[in-house]
């Protein structure tokens, strides 16, 4: 597509369900990122893929965060029995190869209640 | 350890006042450091980045790794640069950036 886009843009869930979120990488960018972005936080970094595989999920803050990536494009970042403190933009960006000129999608916007 | 610091969260100046957006950072290695933006409403997006020195919509920035800063600076705001600015900087990884807080300018008329 012409840029990253991330589904849903906004999304309100009850404490202790689980979501997913949904970001379709720019076509041909084999790298793909999840930011997220809280109040007052800037942005944190969550996990980096490389195709289908993910060689840093270093900032992903507990086991109730997954993200998966396939065919090398569209990602999917799952939260697990979630929490107030997850409410958040989290952000999906693209970039070719591994450089860091990122194009970031618009985000999703989670609030949990 | 990688850290960026924006200390000012919040900078209000008059429209054709010179500006200054400070960007502090601290890392043992050589640094690449880049400016975004999010106007509102928009998407976070690439302003500049220090291996480039170039200036987009007036704005520059330069790296002086003395002070291990990177400031961004334009001798004239305009009310449309009212916007958060970010300031990030990629050590180590090629793909990892760490981002400040980031600082909301709003450029008054």
């Known amino acids: 597509g012409a840029g990253v886009s991330q589904s849903p843009s906004n999304k309100v869930t009850e404490k202790g369900k689980d979501v997913e979120l949904r970001c379709d990488p720019i076509?041909?960018?084999?790298?793909l990122y999840w930011y997220r972005q809280s109040l007052g936080q800037g942005l944190e970094f969550l996990i980096y893929f490389q195709g289908n595989s993910a060689p840093d999920k270093s900032g992903l803050p507990s086991d109730r965060f997954s993200a998966e990536r396939t065919g090398g494009s569209v990602s999917t970042l799952t939260i697990q029995r979630t929490q107030q403190e997850d409410s958040a933009v989290y952000l999906c960006?693209?970039?070719f190869g591994g450089g860091v000129g990122y194009t970031f999608g618009s985000g999703t916007r989670l609030t949990v209640v | 350890a990688q850290r960026v610091t924006q200390p000012e969260k919040l900078l209000s100046v008059f429209k054709g006042a010179p500006v200054e957006l400070k960007c502090n950072y601290s890392?043992?290695?050589?640094?690449?450091l880049f400016w975004y933006v999010q106007y509102s409403r928009q998407r976070l997006q690439l302003l500049l980045r220090?291996?480039s020195r170039e200036s987009i919509k007036g704005f520059t920035a330069d790296l002086n790794k003395g002070e291990t800063s990177f400031h961004l600076k334009k001798p004239f705001a305009q009310e449309e640069d009212s916007a958060m600015y970010y300031c990030?900087?990629?050590?180590?990884?090629?793909?990892?950036?760490?981002f400040g807080k980031g600082t909301l300018l709003t450029v008054n008329p």
């Open positions: 076509s041909g960018h084999t790298a």
């Open positions: 890392y043992s290695g050589s640094p690449e």
């Open positions: 220090h291996i």
């Open positions: 960006a693209s970039s």
């Open positions: 990030a900087l990629s050590g180590g990884s090629n793909y990892k950036l760490t």
